[in-house]
């Protein structure tokens, strides 16, 4: 058994679209008149006077999310919603969403999977207001999708299904946000923050404008909070294009659900009149963080498109500092903000994080907000990220950036340090500078990328290949040939289509099954129009891969403000301590990642204040999220005095049986409202465990085939065992 890394590798890593939109009109627009209303469906009451009351207290504590909506969970599938079929057999489905009162809404989708084909838009009345179309391209193996928000407190989602493609997609809305601050539109303003703070787009950010392009605003969700932080899109040693976004480790928004936008600037320099916030990637996966230095390095789930032209900051790693710094931002979450500071910084221990100290800004400040943003040398490259600090526009003194020297290789594994992912080619260099994807000078030039890199061990068999083609030359690319392999033996994939200049295409190859074992994996274009490429630095991915067999167990947990309370501990099942964690800082994000090997085991996290991980203070909201295998076992604050999961390949739950005797199908799983179990043999009975090994389901059955439902159900994992005359099967189901 080995701890190999802090993160979850996301091997089949889907390089879709994201949230990004791929534009027209609903079907709905010209025969609205035509159709029948769409059923509206509204969120509980929002506190707005508790949440301002919190927040009167908590918008003083720089160093978490500033929060500018509530998070409503909700159960909407497209039972709930309204079909209309159109005469020539197309259809299209509906449904009406609302949170009263709200600036801005916005939607999590936990089930999104479209068929090729079919698309999604959502609108406000009147069509005011679009966004889409979200085609099959925004479809993820996780099955999140978040949208950016919109500003007002209602609006309509719609899915149009061609004739051929009718039931073969499917959506559920788990949360609406309901936007009660900062993005109110509707006054003719953007956002509230301090007045002494300077728009981008004003001289002061002439000499800017590319480390400009790189920063974005995250909206992310923690429990029942959607909060605003800043990071970067930070280049690397191998100028690859791999699209990192540098943050800050408290912001904790290493999850599917967060949504980062680029480009939310104000047009003019006196005021805040700004563009709607469209240029969202939706996903990300967690790659390195360390509360050491307050680090978190996220990967998007795709590549921002050449139309929102982005640029990949530099970095410096020496750690020496120079005669000034500048700090770019989206302070309470507004329009993107500029600050100078024209001395030396200083490093500094902050709440036990090593930074640097910006003793005071000459010109401009950060606010609640601004955390995770990057902070810059005078020659352009990062030097750290916005962890926390007094500084505002009354008090412009004291503000504590992480130190990018510190976070490079101040941790043991790729999941704790930068190095791993920001040198994968061990060039060893100090600075890296900036690299803009949408600069031309060749006419024949293609890069070739390679989406989540692993790095160390893995755990598991299976590798995804998705590789990106970017056409950064001149001429359109219409073919290019691809060599992929394990230790020299190589398969070709010939492709075919139209890029123009700094077009890019996602090209899923099959996955690769492996045994234990070290390889060495290669991707190389081998010609791109029928002539040589005028640039191969660019065209070949290689490193290695370490297979190691096991159960890849990942533990993300954020602790309240009696962190000393909890520990965390994997024994194994001869009750021997394999694995044990505590000493957990107030109010941290810890991330863990074990291979285990193939074996029983149980992972117990204990709360010695016996009160689990609920608020203790006002928005101080606890989590404990466990994966096994890339399956969310467990997501909450609620753990009371512990809570345990045990599991195993030969004796799942603690429920000892033999292996299955019998072939067995269930479906659909997951699921929300119930499951039909299917077998060959005639099933005399069925019972359900909860993970636990409790009881909580036993039918007595005469047929091939039994549904369960699940609406009394507790969500989560159960097994599932049925009994017949032929022997016994055994399985898992998820409930959602």
């Given amino acids: 058994m080995k701890k190999i890394l802090t993160i979850i590798l996301a091997f089949l890593f889907v390089g879709v679209q994201a949230q990004i939109q791929h534009g027209g009109l609903p079907k709905s627009l010209k025969i609205s008149a035509l159709l029948a209303n769409a059923p509206m469906v509204s969120t509980p009451e929002t506190n707005l006077l508790a949440l301002q009351q919190e927040d009167e207290v908590v918008d003083q504590i720089k160093d978490i999310p500033w929060r500018y909506g509530y998070i409503h969970y909700m159960d909407i599938s497209m039972e709930d919603g309204v079909f209309n079929e159109l005469p020539n057999g197309d259809r299209i489905w509906r449904i009406s969403i609302e949170s009263p009162g709200a600036q801005t809404i916005n939607f999590t989708f936990d089930q999104y999977q479209l068929a090729k084909g079919a698309q999604v838009f959502i609108y406000t009345s009147n069509y005011e207001r679009v966004l889409g179309a979200f085609t099959h391209e925004n479809n993820k193996e996780h099955g999140f999708l978040t949208t950016t ?10 899915l149009f299904e061609p004739k051929a493609l009718i039931g073969q997609s499917q959506l559920h809305i788990q949360r609406v946000v309901h936007g009660y601050r900062s993005l109110d539109f509707k006054q003719k303003y953007i956002g509230d923050s301090g007045a002494c703070n300077n728009n981008v787009i004003c001289p002061e950010g002439d ?60 047009t003019t320099c006196n005021s805040n009149n700004g563009p709607y916030m469209n240029n969202t990637v939706s996903g990300v996966s967690l790659r390195a963080s360390n509360a050491g230095s307050d680090v978190m390095l996220l990967e998007l789930s795709s590549l921002p498109p050449a139309s929102y032209n982005v640029f990949y900051s530099g970095w410096d790693r020496s750690g020496v500092i120079g005669a000034g710094q500048v700090g770019i931002h989206h302070p309470r979450g507004d329009v993107k903000k500029i600050s100078f500071d024209m001395e030396s910084a200083v490093q500094a221990t902050y709440s036990g994080a090593q930074c640097w100290r910006v003793l005071d800004w000459e010109d401009g400040t950060t606010e609640g907000g601004s955390s995770g ?24 003194i004291d503000d504590y950036y992480g130190r990018f020297d510190i976070s490079w290789d101040n941790g043991s594994v790729p999941g704790n340090e930068l190095k791993t992912w920001l040198d994968v080619c061990n060039s060893g260099v100090i600075v890296v500078t900036g690299y803009d994807p949408n600069a031309i000078t060749l006419n024949e030039d293609v890069a ?62 099959d996955s690769l099954s492996l045994a234990s074992g070290m390889y060495n994996y290669e991707a190389f274009i081998v010609i791109t129009n029928l002539v040589t490429d005028e640039d191969l630095s660019n065209d070949t991915v290689r490193f290695p891969i370490d297979i190691v067999d096991g159960v890849d167990v990942v533990i993300n947990l954020t602790t309240n403000f009696a962190g000393s309370e909890n520990s965390i501990i994997i024994e194994d099942e001869d009750g021997n301590v ?61 753990i009371g005095d512990s809570y345990e999961y045990c599991f195993g390949v030969s004796n799942p739950t603690g429920i000892k049986d033999a292996l299955n005797e019998i072939d067995l199908s269930i479906f659909p799983n997951p699921t929300t409202s119930g499951f039909t179990i299917q077998t060959s043999e005639e099933i005399q ?12 389901y036993d039918h007595a059955v005469f047929g091939n085939q039994l549904f369960v439902n699940t609406e009394d159900l507790a969500k989560g994992f159960f097994v599932v065992k049925v009994f017949t005359n032929n022997g016994t099967g055994i399985d898992r189901v998820l409930v959602k």
């Fill in 685 to 696: 009975q069925v019972q359900l465990y909860d993970i636990l090994g409790a009881l909580v």
């Fill in 207 to 266: 000499n800017w404008r590319d480390q400009i392009r790189s920063v974005g605003i995250l909206l992310n969700q923690n429990t029942l909070n959607a909060g605003f932080c800043t990071g970067a899109l930070i280049n690397n040693a191998c100028n690859d294009e791999i699209p990192y976004f540098l943050t800050a480790n408290h912001c904790g928004a290493d999850d599917p659900t967060t949504l980062v936008g680029f480009n939310f600037e104000s």
């Fill in 149 to 158: 928000l919109i500003e007002s407190d209602h609006a309509t989602i719609e």
């Fill in 373 to 396: 943003s990057p902070l810059y040398n005078l020659d352009g490259n990062i030097i750290g990220q916005l962890y926390g600090g007094a500084a505002n526009c009354g008090n412009n």
């Fill in 578 to 638: 394999i694995e044990f964690e505590d000493n957990f800082g107030n109010t941290q994000t810890y991330n863990f990642e074990y291979c285990l090997p193939t074996a029983r085991y149980c992972i117990t996290i204990d709360d010695s204040g016996a009160n689990g991980l609920s608020p203790t203070f006002f928005v101080d909201q606890g989590n404990y999220q466990l994966l096994v295998d890339g399956v969310e076992i467990y997501n909450g604050d609620d």
């Fill in 448 to 509: 070739l990328g390679f989406s989540g890199i692993p790095s160390g061990q893995v755990c598991g068999s299976k590798l995804g290949q998705v590789v990106t083609l970017r056409n950064r030359g001149t001429q359109d690319l219409i073919s290019a040939q691809i060599k992929y392999g394990i230790d020299g033996v190589y398969e070709t994939y010939n492709w075919n289509g139209l890029l123009t200049s700094n077009q890019t295409e996602t090209i899923s190859l």
